[in-house]
């Protein structure tokens, strides 16, 4: 048993204490608390004794449940709430009861249906949310293809590990994805003109995407009528089965594509582009040269273990793109 009583504690770590069969936590200015692995379904009483809580931990309490997040009204300064390896099935507590909620953690909580998640691209839940993890999940592509859709208030999403994620087509379908891919033979994909002018589809506030490690990708779009307009990071690496790759993201800096040792095309139309990582990518020289020529504040190239791409292609990748300052191959860096 655990009983704490600290009037002026501000930050409580209990992680890993999951022999505990009970706590009692009386602690008024609380603002962080970290039960990871906690056995004891002390939630309720903790709401009450804590109402200051402003980030709140309880990955793989497997106790957890409805009567608990119903308790977390209590916490109107709650921001932060990790979830991730619970049984989980029902998340409509937490959309009833975190009206503040900013960052949301579901990392591999197999127990979410389909349908989970309908309230937050169907009804406006959680409308302050910012960060969303749903990684190593089993939602269907149908469900993320929604949420990427509706939620454009998201401004960091993960979805590492999904196995059930298959191509990321966003924004385009049929025709739409034929003439956008047609324009890359154009000298500029990216334009204002490319952009559609609409009110009822705003700008996503989308800056960081992660979708490492997903076995079923096999293709990535992302055009001008996506709307990404303040994307800047975008890791798709250890996706095994990526064979294309076309983005056209005006703000994005950082492409990770390591380790997707099936990809062969790459198409890219991004001018802030500065960091480009191709390691292990059966990818040839001539493609990573078009897809360069089209970033012109480039700086850093990894190309390490590329068995298409050789050290004399050096100079070639510098020609197609002279902001270059690093070159990353597998002899050396440049």
Known sequence: MLSIEAPFMVSLELKGCGVLSEATINCPLLASLDASFLKDDCLSATTASCPLIGSLILMSCPSVGSDGLFSLRRLPHLTVLDLSYTFLMNLQPVFDSC???????????????????????????????????????????????????????????????????????????????????????????????????????????????????????????????????????????????????????????????????????????????????????????????????????LETLDVRFCPKICSISMGGLRAACPSLKRIFSSLSAS
Request: glycine share 4%.
């Open 99 to 297: 009206l503040q909620l900013k960052v949301l953690k579901l990392q591999a909580c197999k127990y979410l249906t389909d349908t989970s998640l309908e309230p937050l691209y169907k009804d406006g839940a959680l409308p302050a949310l910012q960060e969303l993890d749903l990684s190593y999940g089993t939602l269907c592509q149908s469900a993320i293809e929604k949420l990427l859709a509706c939620c454009r208030h998201l401004t960091h999403l993960s979805l590492n590990g999904c196995v059930n994620m298959h191509d990321l087509n966003w924004g385009c379908s049929g025709g739409e994805l034929y003439e956008f891919l047609s324009k890359f033979s154009s000298a500029a994909v990216f334009s204002h003109e490319n952009l559609p002018v609409s009110t009822e589809q705003p700008n996503r506030l989308l800056q960081n995407l992660n979708c490492v490690g997903c076995p079923n990708i096999r293709k990535a779009v992302i055009p001008p009528v996506a709307r990404c307009l303040l994307l800047s990071s975008l890791n798709l690496s250890l996706s095994s089965n990526l064979k294309e790759v076309y983005v056209v993201c005006f703000n994005l800096c950082f492409l990770n594509l390591s380790n997707c040792c099936s990809l062969e095309m790459l198409k890219l139309e991004c001018p802030r582009l500065t960091s480009l990582f191709l390691q292990s990518c059966n990818i040839d020289e001539e493609t990573v040269e078009a897809a360069i020529s089209q970033c012109g504040m």
